[in-house]
């Protein structure tokens, strides 16, 4: 049965203070490990897909990267907009996609 | 840009009552989903659509839960009687091979 858990449950950050979030996974025959970033009482909002260890992908100030165990999605230099919860799921052979609990982000002024 | 949609937004209910919800895909996405995310959970899935069929319904409670795609586009997603601990956020999604979420509708069981 694929598993993800996601560490730590909240984060609180100043602004401008750079951090990482981590995304623990097992799964049988990775397709791909998602990153989506969910405001509160909306729907998640896809933000990176990676497929291989040692993928890297960059949008603004995050940047998501992938072992063969975990992933991590880097802030850089924050601001109260980032403020979310992010998710992280896999897909293994079944396709279907499984979710961790995510990270409740806050960034302060 | 192209978005699911989903309505209604929000649905406050009786317990024994029925609801349905419902969901357009991003227009040309074969594949449709329905989530179920408790508060502070992610999204579990409910049931899978490719095309008109389903895929995957396992973990979808089948003595109160139905969904239907019948022409292979738009999908509804029904609960009878609902129940206390229905209360969550409904979510649909439709993917070629990314899955995109529509805003969701929260039910609400009195």
């Known amino acids: 049965e694929d598993q993800v858990t996601q560490s730590p449950e909240a984060l609180r950050l100043q602004e401008g203070e750079s951090s990482s979030l981590n995304c623990s996974y097992t799964?049988?025959?990775?397709?791909?490990l998602f990153w989506y970033r969910q405001d509160p009482g909306k729907g998640p909002e896809f933000l990176f897909t990676?497929?291989?260890a040692g993928e890297e992908k960059e949008k603004e100030r995050l940047k998501a990267t992938l072992t063969k165990k975990e992933s991590f999605l880097h802030i850089t230099a924050p601001k109260p907009e980032d403020s979310a919860t992010y998710l992280c799921a896999v897909a293994g052979t079944a396709s279907k996609l499984t979710f961790g609990t995510g990270t409740r982000l806050q960034v302060t002024l | 840009e192209a978005e699911v949609a989903q309505s209604p937004r929000y649905k406050i209910t009786e317990k024994s009552q029925a609801v349905a919800f419902w969901c357009d895909p991003i227009?040309?996405?074969?594949?449709l989903y329905w989530y179920r995310q408790i508060l502070g959970q992610g999204p579990e899935l409910l049931v899978q659509?490719?095309?008109?069929?389903?895929?995957?319904d396992s973990q979808l409670p089948k003595d109160r839960f139905s969904a239907e795609r019948l022409k292979g586009v738009d999908s509804t997603l029904k609960i009878q009687p609902a129940e206390l601990g229905d209360s969550a956020m409904y979510l649909c999604?439709?993917?070629?091979?990314?899955?995109?979420f529509g805003p969701g509708t929260r039910l609400l069981v009195l």
């Open positions: 227009s040309g996405h074969a594949t």
């Open positions: 799964v049988s025959g990775l397709r791909g």
């Open positions: 999604a439709s993917s070629e091979e990314t899955q995109y």
């Open positions: 990676l497929y291989s």
């Open positions: 659509f490719q095309d008109e069929s389903v895929v995957d």
